[in-house]
């Protein structure tokens, strides 16, 4: 029974912490070595959505379909209120 005991006591300490980890306040940890962050995905309905990514630094808007990435537009790094700085070119034959 000790021994039941101490392996459920065990398995629910893991569970919490990987739950601090990927939700609670230690999250910011889990993501700070990540390259590419998604900020915000807006779904526009038929497999379609524009997704607000930081890479490198760099936002970007992007146009994703189920086999279609387009570049819409590089954002500034300060965020939505100032705008985009330049639309670029579309990319394609992403495989799904």
Known sequence: MNVFLATLIVLALVAALAWLVRRGPLA??????????????????????????????????LGMTQTHISLVTELRAGGP????????????????
Not at 81 to 96: I, L
Request: hydrophobic share 40%; charged share 25%.
């Open 81 to 96: 209120s100032d705008g985009p700085v330049r639309a670029t070119e579309s990319v394609s034959g992403v495989q799904s």
């Open 28 to 61: 910011h940890l889990a993501a700070k070595g990540k390259v590419v962050a998604v900020e915000t995905a807006i779904p526009l309905g038929d497999r379609r959505s524009l997704v607000v990514i930081t890479v490198e630094g760099r936002r970007l808007l």
